[in-house]
């Protein structure tokens, strides 16, 4: 796996993968991730270009949204735990 792209964000850190014919476009935020697989074949030939253009700010908002929830969950399952 090798680094194509780091994408410059405030609110997380995106980096784009290139492994076995695939782009795994990966969002970093604290100690929560989320990754989105996309085959080379799905998408129309221009390549990373291709990528560049699926992440727009309408998408990141939405998983920076994620984040929130995903933090939220895992605070409630811990807090569920403390003794």
């Known amino acids: 796996m090798r680094v194509i792209a780091?994408?410059?964000?405030?609110?997380?850190?995106i980096t784009i993968f290139s492994m076995n014919q695939k782009?795994?476009?990966?969002?970093?935020?604290?100690?929560?991730?989320?990754?989105?697989?996309?085959?080379?074949l799905d998408l129309s030939g221009g390549g990373v270009?291709?990528?560049f253009e699926i992440l727009d700010e309408e998408f990141i908002?939405?998983?920076?949204?994620r984040f929130k929830l995903m933090r939220s969950d895992f605070s409630a399952?811990?807090?569920r735990h403390q003794y």
Do not use: R
Request: proline share 5%; charged share 25%.
């Open 23 to 40: 782009y795994i476009v990966k969002f970093e935020q604290g100690t929560f991730e989320q990754s989105y697989k996309l085959a080379e």
């Open 61 to 65: 908002q939405t998983v920076i949204e």
């Open 6 to 13: 780091e994408l410059p964000h405030p609110a997380c850190k």
């Open 49 to 51: 270009n291709d990528v």
């Open 77 to 79: 399952a811990y807090s």
